[in-house]
């Protein structure tokens, strides 16, 4: 099921995975992370997965960067990527959020990499159950 937010889209793939669309151009804000979150929290319950579709350009403010993907239900995140710029973008987050310890994998969308970022997911999700 396909959600509109006011910096793209959610599709809400299983009862415990999301894909996160942005729309090309946006400057992620701390406000639009806000949104994220709070749609998040009323449409899943438990633990979750987060598979972010990095099909178009678009940047964070640094407040953003420093807020992005808060929701404490969280618990794997996969990232597909289709040039060298969301590439760099997504090192970059990783690094100024390397305290925080995500659970993050990027995968190529040039090599099928959405349904691996899916499957990484649910497997990911299925161990984060058994403990």
Known sequence: MKHKLSFGYVNILSENIAEIIVDEGVEITLEMTEECDDFLASEFSGDLGILVHRINNYTFTYE?????????????????????????????????????????????????GWQQAYDWLQSELVMTEAN
């Open 64 to 112: 953003a960067q420093l807020t992005v993907v808060s929701y404490e239900k969280i618990k794997a995140m996969a990232v597909v990527t289709y040039n060298k710029q969301s590439e760099q973008i997504t090192r970059e987050l990783l690094e100024k959020r390397a305290m925080d310890d995500w659970n993050l994998k990027s995968f190529s969308g040039l090599e099928l």
